[in-house]
């Protein structure tokens, strides 16, 4: 399988991606916010990676589709894509969300999660629709929220649960 990873920031999913899926099947990472932290750990393990402004689309698919990617990850993507995105690449598109959908869509997934108060949140792999973070869930994984829980450390621990349940998602998709 070939992966396309678009990220915009931090990009820690990207990497975890690139140490855990099969060799050289991470082809490309494509980022739109030039200093980002997914572009120098691109550099880093020698990912071909592009730099292309969100609204060029045309850019991008391109870009995925030159590389020959059958497989799109959003990972970090913090931009909504348009249905001509979506229909690119038919069912090959996904999300990695920080919430256990369909609760708590959109940005600040976590904090939504922390002043709910419920017990758990978690996180979701989904395929990407028309409808922000509405798409088919592929894998999700719960996290409990605990009474002494800040933003910081639910989202530090949702993150390591995201680090197994992204990989596995795309495993199961092979
Ligand atoms: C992740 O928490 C993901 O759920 C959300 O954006 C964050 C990206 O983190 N969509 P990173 O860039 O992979 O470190």
């Not at 990873?5 to 690139?18: D, K, P, T």
């Not at 855990?20 to 990912?47: F, H, P, Q, W």
């Not at 108060?117 to 395929?127: A, K, M, S």
């Not at 409990?144 to 530090?156: A, R, Y």
Request: with cysteine; hydrophobic share 40%.
């Amino acid at each position: 399988m070939r992966l396309g990873v678009l990220c915009s920031g931090n990009g820690s999913n990207f990497e975890n991606i690139v140490r855990t899926c099969r060799e050289d099947e991470v082809v490309l990472m494509v980022y739109n916010k030039k200093d980002c932290g997914a572009r120098k750990r691109a550099s880093k393990l020698g990912i071909p990676h592009a730099y292309i402004k969100s609204k060029d689309e045309n850019a991008i698919i391109n870009e995925l589709r030159w590389a020959g990617v059958d497989l799109v990850v959003l990972a970090g993507w913090m931009r909504v894509v348009s249905p001509h995105f979506i229909n690119a690449f038919p069912d090959r598109i996904i999300n990695i969300h920080p919430s256990l959908l369909p609760k708590h869509k959109g940005l600040h997934a976590v904090e939504q999660a922390l002043n709910s108060g419920d017990t758990e949140t978690g996180c979701t792999v989904h395929f990407v629709n028309e409808e922000l973070d509405s798409g088919q869930i592929i894998w999700q994984s719960k996290v409990p929220i605990l009474e002494d829980d800040t933003l910081e450390s639910l989202t530090f621990r949702i993150q390591r649960e995201e680090y197994n349940i992204l990989p596995l998602a795309i495993e199961s998709l092979r």
